[in-house]
């Protein structure tokens, strides 16, 4: 009899469903709208729902189910599956993981987002086959998870890898965390529109920008030789490699992994920021560490918590 696991992927807008053999090969993948309302009241039970009309579709019954892993854009506690807060969502101190195993009847594994789309990249997308990978997902915020000698490394508290909060400037921008100078306010789309902001309340000079302008076009303007797009993107690039030139000293992965929204960006950012981080980083830490863009997109997450349901229950050895 085969056996399956499922992988989840809560998003703001969406959720996505991926339907792995234990053997870790994807049978099928899916999505529905994530319904949001009155707190999220109703969204586990929709997430039940689907799976179960999908196990129809695939002649699947619940005996072939041996666990599900499953992302959420929150903190986590892993152990006991409760998400302590997800604001997107509206779930606050939330038994997720006790919800799904009472449904299913089968261990339901829970964990962020970040930290599941830096498992999925770590398993079949850019970081396939490293020891160590660090993913950063540069999108509106910044993101990051950390995957340590094959295993997801979450910390006492569900914090570690979000080298988003990481202060890069001593007194420098207010956080939404309340905390100054975190890196997330220099960089990505939040920190680029920060900047451009600052940038033309004094700029005299011509540029195709405005201060409407979102990142992706600041990224467009500078691949056009625009000076001030240029000037924003070479800074935002400077402080990304100083915070990670910081976080390799502690943690000396073998791939650093770009995702999120900004990897269109390509070069106009890889290139600056890859020079910057020769400047910071320790020589030693920087033998045979690459940076790469994730590869596997919107999927990532899927296979992410595929990978923590494999994992937990063994079905991997040690360094996959
Ligand atoms: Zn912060």
């Known amino acids: 009899m085969s056996k399956y696991v499922i992988g989840v992927d809560?998003?703001?807008t969406l959720t996505k469903f991926g339907l792995f053999t234990t053997g870790g090969e994807r049978?099928?993948?899916?999505?529905?709208?994530t319904n949001s309302e009155d707190n999220g009241k109703h969204l586990s039970s929709h997430i039940v729902k689907n799976i179960k009309e999908r196990f129809v579709k695939?002649?699947?019954?619940e005996d072939n189910l041996t666990g599900i892993g499953i992302g959420v854009p929150g903190f986590i506690d892993e152990s006991s599956g409760v998400v302590d807060v997800a604001v997107n969502i509206g779930w606050a101190n939330y038994p997720l993981k006790a919800i799904l195993e009472k449904a299913f009847n089968v261990p339901v594994f829970v964990n962020n987002d970040a930290n599941l789309a830096a498992a999925g990249e770590h398993w079949n997308g850019a970081g396939k086959r490293s020891v160590s990978t660090f993913f950063?997902?540069?999108?509106?915020?910044?993101?990051?998870?950390?995957?340590?000698?094959?295993?997801?490394v979450t910390g006492a508290n569900g914090t570690a890898g979000e080298i988003g909060h990481t202060l890069v400037v001593p007194n420098g921008r207010l956080c939404t965390c309340g905390r100054e100078g975190c890196l997330e306010e220099y960089v990505a789309s939040k920190g680029l529109r920060r900047s451009l902001r600052n940038y033309l309340r004094n700029f005299e000079g011509s540029s195709s920008l405005h201060k409407d302008n979102e990142a992706i076009d600041i990224y467009e303007a500078a691949k056009t030789g625009d000076t001030l797009a240029g000037q924003i993107v070479n800074e935002s690039a400077y402080y990304l490699a100083?915070?990670?030139a910081n976080a390799v000293m502690i943690i000396n992965p073998e791939k650093i992994i770009i995702g999120g929204g900004m990897p269109a960006a390509?070069?106009?950012?890889?290139?600056?920021?890859?020079i910057q981080f020769k400047r910071f980083v320790l020589k030693e830490a920087d033998k045979n560490l690459s940076?790469?863009?994730?590869?596997?997109?919107n999927d990532a997450g899927i296979y992410g918590a595929s990978w923590l349901a494999l994992k937990r229950l063994g079905y991997f050895c040690h360094q996959d």
């Open 58 to 61: 695939h002649s699947i019954t």
């Open 266 to 274: 390509g070069n106009i950012l890889l290139q600056p920021l890859v």
């Open 10 to 12: 809560i998003g703001g």
């Open 136 to 152: 950063i997902t540069l999108g509106t915020g910044v993101g990051g998870g950390l995957i340590a000698n094959g295993d997801l």
């Open 27 to 33: 049978v099928d993948q899916w999505k529905m709208t």
């Open 242 to 244: 100083y915070a990670v």
């Open 291 to 297: 940076f790469e863009f994730a590869q596997l997109g």
